[in-house]
Nanobody, 127 residues
Framework: EVQLQASGGGLVQAGGSLRLSCATSGFTFDDYSIAWFRQAPGKEREAVAYIINTIDGLTYYRDSVKGRFTISSDNAKNTVYLQMNSLKPADTAVYFC???????????????????WGQGTLVTVSS
């Protein structure tokens, strides 16, 4: 059974930090690339960050989080992280991790390009 278990969300003040974790199982982690998406109430799901799961570990970010968020992968633990610093109220959302087969950056922002999804973890940033 494929599982992507997101954790680490919570309530934090603006300017604070959180680290999200995505623990995976049930598929060959090294063959998949991983992304974080988020969805705020009443808004569409949007891509936040993406890591191509090769030794180079190329990463991609939406413009609004560049310089504040860092995605990383621990292949020994089959886990991906999202370090979020300088959080803003606009970052408030449910954060999802998702996986897709291969190492392409093609349409990494498109939710329909992903094979597996986790259940999400809520991040609330207060002003």
């Amino acid at each position: 059974e494929v599982q992507l278990q997101a954790s680490g969300g919570g309530l934090v003040q603006a300017g604070g930090s959180l680290r999200l974790s995505c623990a995976t199982s049930g598929f060959t982690f090294d063959d998949y690339s991983i992304a974080w998406f988020r969805q705020a109430p009443g808004k569409e799901r949007e891509a936040v960050a993406y890591i191509i799961n090769t030794i180079d570990g190329l990463t991609y970010y939406r413009d609004s989080v560049k310089g504040r968020f860092t995605i990383s992968s621990d292949n020994a633990k089959n886990t991906v992280y999202l370090q979020m610093n300088s959080l803003k109220p606009a970052d408030t959302a449910v954060y999802f991790c998702t996986a897709r087969y291969g190492y392409s950056d093609y349409e990494w922002r498109a939710p329909h390009r992903y094979d597996y999804w986790g259940q999400g973890t809520l991040v609330t940033v207060s002003s």
